[in-house]
């Protein structure tokens, strides 16, 4: 095959309205009422085009790094190079091992997949070594409701209306959790996403408290997040199956928290992480290690897809996250969609699917 070479990089800022059904839950200080996305879109000289997705929440920076180092790294490389985005990693290693920086290059790394599908004609779970399921359940991801009980059990009963058997809260309080649990009764998985809410001398208590709804999971119990030693404590002191990982500073930093015994469940971000190409060695390592790998994925493009491959193939059933509120517009929604809490795996060329023109047009910023 002659070489195919990267020609050119465009990014695609958007920001879509959110309904949650409550007040918006806060973030980084401010009201979450949108969702940000980042999409790349990578033009090869052959014509062909790949599609990424960077952590949304990164945007304001995220052409920063895309004009300053990225695209002057990428453009002209062969796209057929498995280890291009672990040479600009480590060529950038400098400006930060997570952030915008790493963002930035998990957005080109997924592209670059996709191209590599759509180059041979093959899906990207093919590219993975081949499908182990054909559709993947889908999860419920609840936003904050800040500890009222009336949104937490009106929007679980709301999600398992929608045809969800699983879901995640993002509180804090042990009510809460009784509150989803009294909603949706003793058969399903209800895991509970504390983003990092207590010191490790503090977390003991209410991790416990929240135990008495058997949650699936407590996910990032501890600040700071790598605190490993802390977590494994936690988790022995309690009996709670944990889960964490969308924090984590590549690859090595799942090594770390498996062998400090953390972890039940690790949760890599695809778009955080620097790509496919990480997150598939971290699923990998630790499933072989025995723990399971449920991706973090509180987003709707190209990087969601890749993450549905990843789940499609991987050695263990894991469940895929869905931000749960009405969003103004869903990605895919005709090409991949999320029916009655699951999703079929495309077995178009890379991954199945283009976001719509649509999407970019109303959308962009
Ligand atoms: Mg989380």
Not at 116 to 137: D, H, M, P
Not at 180 to 204: F, H, L, Q, Y
Not at 341 to 350: A, E, K, Y
């Amino acid at each position: 095959m002659a070489s195919v070479t990267i020609d050119k990089i465009d990014t695609f800022a958007l920001r879509i309205p959110l309904d949650t059904w409550a007040p918006p839950p806060m973030f980084a200080g401010k009201p979450r009422t949108h969702v940000e996305m980042f999409l790349v879109r990578v033009t090869c000289s052959n014509g062909i085009v790949g599609w990424g997705e960077c952590y949304g929440s990164s945007l304001p920076l995220l052409n920063a790094a895309f004009d300053a180092w990225v695209k002057h790294l990428a453009i002209g490389q062969d796209a057929n190079d498995k280890q291009l985005t672990a040479r600009i990693e480590r060529l950038l290693h400098g400006m930060g091992r997570a952030g915008a920086t790493v963002h930035a290059i998990s957005g080109l790394d997924i592209a670059l997949w996709d191209i590599r599908g759509k180059l041979e004609g093959v899906s990207v779970s093919t590219l993975l070594g081949g499908a182990k399921r054909k559709r993947v359940e889908t999860y419920a991801s609840l936003l904050q409701y800040s500890g009222n009980l009336d949104h937490v059990a009106r929007n679980t009963t709301r999600a398992l209306e929608r045809g969800y058997k699983h879901i995640k809260l993002h509180e804090r309080t042990a009510d809460a959790v009784a509150a989803s649990r009294k909603a949706a009764g003793p058969g399903i998985p209800i895991m509970v996403d504390t983003n990092c809410a207590w010191t490790p001398a503090e977390a003991e208590q209410p991790v416990a408290a929240i135990g008495a709804s058997k949650p699936h999971w407590v996910e990032e119990p501890i600040w700071p997040p790598e605190d490993f030693e802390s977590l494994a404590k936690l988790r022995k002191a309690t009996g709670v199956p944990l889960a964490m990982g969308e924090n984590a500073t590549g690859v090595l930093d799942f090594r770390k928290m498996i062998a400090a015994g953390a972890t039940d469940f690790v949760q890599p971000s695809i778009v955080k992480i620097g790509g496919l190409t990480n997150l598939w060695q971290v699923a990998t390592e630790a499933e072989k290690a025995g723990i399971n790998c449920t991706p973090h994925a509180f987003f709707f493009g190209p990087g969601y897809l890749a993450t549905l491959h990843a789940i499609a193939c991987k050695e263990k059933t894991s469940v895929l996250e869905r931000l749960f509120a009405d969003v103004a517009f869903v990605a895919y929604s005709k090409t991949v969609p999320d029916t009655g809490g699951g999703v079929d795996v495309p077995d178009r060329p890379g991954l199945g699917a283009d976001p719509e023109t649509e999407l970019l047009e109303r959308f962009k910023i």
